[in-house]
Nanobody, 125 residues
Framework: QLQLVESGGGLVQPGGSLRLSCTAS????????IGWFRQAPGKEREGVSCISTSGGITDYADSVKGRFTISRDNAKNTVYLQMNSLKPEDTAVYYC??????????????????WGQGTQVTVSS
């Protein structure tokens, strides 16, 4: 069964940091472009960041640019989202998604075929 699994979420104070991980179960991510999305209560799912298969192409939503960093370690079959300077408005369930494409796929949900179950990130004092 092909599955993405997110981890690393939790409760953090404003200004703090978290690193999310996205690991593949049952397949290799080597040929998958990856996206991170988030969904806050009562809001639509929105794209946060994406990365190409090689890791050489990345993109960020304006709301996280300069604070979040996406990276991947294909040897570990894992993609990371380092989140710094977290704000209360970053509170959401964070999802990773993938598809067998080379380039960063942007933030259209339909561009992604595989999805994880999500990990909760709460930024609060």
């Amino acid at each position: 069964q092909l599955q993405l699994v997110e981890s690393g979420g939790g409760l953090v104070q404003p200004g703090g940091s978290l690193r999310l991980s996205c690991t593949a179960s049952g397949f290799t991510l080597d040929y998958h472009a990856i996206g991170w999305f988030r969904q806050a209560p009562g809001k639509e799912r929105e794209g946060v960041s994406c990365i190409s298969t090689s890791g050489g192409i990345t993109d960020y939503a304006d709301s996280v640019k300069g604070r979040f960093t996406i990276s991947r370690d294909n040897a570990k079959n894992t993609v990371y989202l380092q989140m710094n300077s977290l704000k209360p408005e970053d509170t959401a369930v964070y999802y990773c998604a993938s598809n067998v494409k080379f380039y960063c796929l942007g933030y259209e949900i339909d561009n992604y075929k595989y999805w994880g179950q999500g990990t909760q990130v709460t930024v609060s004092s």
